[in-house]
């Protein structure tokens, strides 16, 4: 279990420096609904487990240019953490939103939520929490950090916020389309 746990931070750890070298990417035209389904379905099993509501809420179609690989890695990253942070019973929402100059997905849970302290850190390396509830989640405070560096690769923004613990919360992603 150490032994994986180990390979996936170096993954992780691969996946960010590739992305911060800036180094040239493969581009597609990715239907981004299709990748929410095929990560939701990656998912699926946690769900049930967590018997948790999963709601596509919106999911416009149309294209948007970016590297297949770095468009699952964004979605699959921002709904794993809900599924992870969100206690039994629980939902989480996902929209994707579509217009001439932006794509903008959000993914909302009714989950442990974060303080505004615990906020300005997300995205840093290696963060998390010393809350409980994160700390009983296996993890390497590299996800949100790959997610923003891949976010920014691309000109886009992500946004993090929460009512405050217990409260769930809420991220947003903007990329130019």
Not at 142 to 165: E, F, K, Q, R
């Amino acid at each position: 279990e150490q032994t994986q746990k180990a390979s996936m931070m170096v993954q992780l750890l691969l996946q960010l420096s590739r992305v911060e070298a800036s180094r040239p990417v493969q581009m597609h035209d990715v239907e981004m609904s299709e990748v929410i389904l095929s990560q939701i379905e990656k998912l699926v099993d946690r769900i049930k487990e967590k018997k948790l509501e999963v709601r596509l809420e919106e999911a416009e179609p149309g294209t948007i240019k970016m590297n297949y690989s770095h468009a699952e890695q964004i979605v699959f990253n921002l709904i794993h953490n809900a599924v992870k942070y969100t206690p039994e019973g629980g939902s989480i929402s996902i929209s994707w939103l579509l217009d001439h100059k932006y794509g903008q997905l959000i993914v909302s849970d009714t989950g442990i939520g974060f303080s505004p302290k615990t906020a300005n850190r997300l995205f840093d390396r290696f963060y998390r929490s010393d809350d409980a509830p994160v700390q009983s989640e296996s993890g390497s405070g590299l996800g949100l950090s790959l997610v923003m560096a891949i976010i920014n690769h691309y000109g886009g923004t992500i946004t993090a916020d929460s009512d405050g613990p217990g409260k769930g919360s809420r991220f947003k992603v903007k990329i130019p389309v």
